[in-house]
Structure formats: C-alpha cells, structure tokens
C-alpha cells in the first residue's frame, strides 16, 4: 500500500520532477522501511536501474532482511490503510493543520491516507 506511492515519488526524485514532494524514509515512508528492513537508499539504487513496480515488489520481497508472511503483509497493510493521528495533542493538532491546508470544512479526512488523497487533489489543481 505505501511501496506504490514511494515507487512514484521515487521516480519523480529520479527524474528531477519531485516539485514540493518529499520522498525518504521519513514521515509515512517510515513505516514501510521499518517493516520491511530495507534502507531508502537501498531502494532507491535498485529504482534506479528502470524496474517497474512488480520487478520492485518482487525485489523487495527477495532483499527484506525482515521477510513478512502473505498474512502479516495484509494485516500492515489494513492497519495502515486505517491509521490515523495518535491520541496525544500534539498529534491531533499537526494533523488538523495539514487538514485546513486544504479545506476548513472536509469531515470526511480521518485517516492518513485520506489526507493524502486530498493533498495530491488540491496540488493538481481539484477543489477540496
């Protein structure tokens, strides 16, 4: 779920196109390279070599020094499709913040993914 969206960001770092984006093994990206036991740096070498995104899953499958089952994979994934802001305050606040970048008035916006689904929305150019 998150090595898609890495992949694409990947590229376009590749490809000089990143714009405002960041790609590294912050932020959400963290999560991922946490889980998998891979390095930015590492995936970002083999990236480069032009590999489409089933040759990078596949690779990523054969270099994870922390291989993962068919069900621990899913069950990450559901988690992180459904992760939002932590309990505390502070968390509450930056994620709020990111929210009203975008819209005062989207309730809708729960999740991480949902905040990025609105964030790449309203950079090209959609209403919020």
């Known amino acids: 779920m998150l090595l898609p969206r890495i992949l694409d960001k990947g590229r376009a770092l590749l490809a000089g196109q990143l714009g405002d ?3 590294s093994a912050k932020g959400m990206n963290r999560h991922f390279f946490n889980f998998t036991g891979l390095t930015f740096d590492a995936l970002m070498a083999e990236l480069a070599t032009g590999k489409g995104d089933g040759e990078m899953l596949a690779w990523v499958q054969e270099n994870s020094p922390a291989p993962r ?3 621990e994979i899913a069950a990450w994934s559901a988690y992180q499709e459904r992760r939002g802001p ?3 305050a502070e968390t509450w606040d930056s994620f709020g913040a990111s ?3 975008h819209s005062a008035t989207r309730e809708d916006v729960q999740t991480y993914f949902d905040l990025l689904d609105l964030d790449d929305f309203t950079s090209f150019g959609g209403k919020a």
Do not use: L
């Open 21 to 23: 984006y960041q790609t």
């Open 69 to 71: 089952q068919p069900w």
């Open 99 to 101: 929210v009203r970048k």
């Open 86 to 88: 932590d309990s505390d």
